[in-house]
C-alpha cells in the first residue's frame, strides 16, 4: 500500500492524482495504523510548519512518521512535508518539529519577493536514483517562504537558487523530500514520483 498522509491541509487531490496518472493506486489516510502498514508513504505539503505540526500530534500520526524513517521505509516529504522533518522551524514565531533531519527551516532573505512562487531550477548536487531520466537543472515549480538548512549539508541532494542557495531535495536512505512540488511541475515531477515509487515498490 502507498499511504498519501491527510492531516487536513495537504495538496492530497493534486498527488493523489500524478501517483494514478502513473498507474499505482495510493490510500489517501489519517489512520497511524494505515502509515505503519504502508510500503511507502508520503507527506503532502501546504501550509504553515506549526499548524501541520499541530495537526499531526492531534492526529497522531507524528509517532508513526518518526517510526516508519527508522524502519528505513520508503518517504517521500513534499515543501512542508520535507520542513517538518527537520528540527525546528523560524516560521510562525518558532515551533518544534519532527527532529527526523537535525537541522532549521530559515525564512527567504529579506528583500526578496516571497512566497518563492514558480519554475526553477534544481542542481543536482549528488548521483540519486531519484533523477534517473531528469536532466541536470530541469525546472520544477516552488511556492514557499522558508527553506531548510540541515546541519549535514552532505543531505542535500539538489539545490536551488533564490536570493541564496538552498537545499531543495534531501536525501537520507530511504527518505526523500523536495521544497517544490513534484504533482506541479510537469513531465520532470511525474518522473520523479515514478522513480521513487519504483524504489520504494521493487520489493
Known amino acids: 500500500m502507498i499511504a498519501i498522509i491527510d ?9 493523489s492524482n500524478a ?17 505503519l502498514g504502508a510500503k511507502a508513504v508520503i507527506l503532502p505539503g501546504v501550509g504553515a510548519g506549526g499548524d501541520t505540526m499541530s495537526s499531526l500530534e492531534r492526529l497522531g500520526l507524528s509517532s508513526p ?14 515543501c512542508i512535508g520535507l520542513q517538518v522533518l527537520l528540527s ?7 515551533h518544534r518539529c519532527l527532529g527526523v533531519i537535525p537541522g532549521r527551516v530559515k ?4 528583500g526578496l519577493k516571497v512566497p518563492h512562487m514558480g519554475w526553477n531550477q534544481v542542481k ?4 540519486h536514483p531519484i533523477f534517473e531520466g531528469i536532466p541536470d537543472e530541469a525546472n520544477f515549480y516552488f511556492v514557499h517562504s522558508y527553506h531548510v538548512e540541515p546541519e549535514d549539508a552532505s543531505l542535500v541532494a539538489g539545490e536551488t537558487e533564490y536570493g541564496v542557495p538552498f537545499g531543495s531535495v534531501i536525501a537520507r536512505g530511504n527518505l526523500v523530500a523536495t521544497q517544490f512540488h513534484p504533482e506541479k511541475s510537469g ?5 520523479m514520483y515514478d522513480n521513487f515509487l519504483r524504489l520504494a515498490l521493487r520489493g
Not at 492531516?7 to 498527488?15: D, E, H, W
Not at 525546528?88 to 518558532?94: D, L, R
Not at 525564512?107 to 529579506?110: A, Q, S
Not at 543536482?124 to 548521483?127: D, G, H, I, S
Open 187 to 191: 513531465e520532470m515531477g511525474l518522473r
Open 65 to 78: 512518521i518518526r517510526q516508519v524513517i527508522a524502519g528505513g521505509r520508503p518517504f517521500f516529504g513534499v
Open 124 to 127: 543536482q548536487k549528488v548521483a
Open 19 to 35: 501517483i494514478a496518472r502513473l498507474g499505482y493506486q495510493a490510500v489517501v489516510t489519517a489512520r497511524p495504523e494505515d502509515v
Open 88 to 94: 525546528h522551524t523560524e516560521e510562525g514565531g518558532g
Open 7 to 15: 492531516y487536513g491541509a495537504g495538496n492530497l487531490r493534486s498527488v
Open 107 to 110: 525564512r527567504l532573505p529579506p
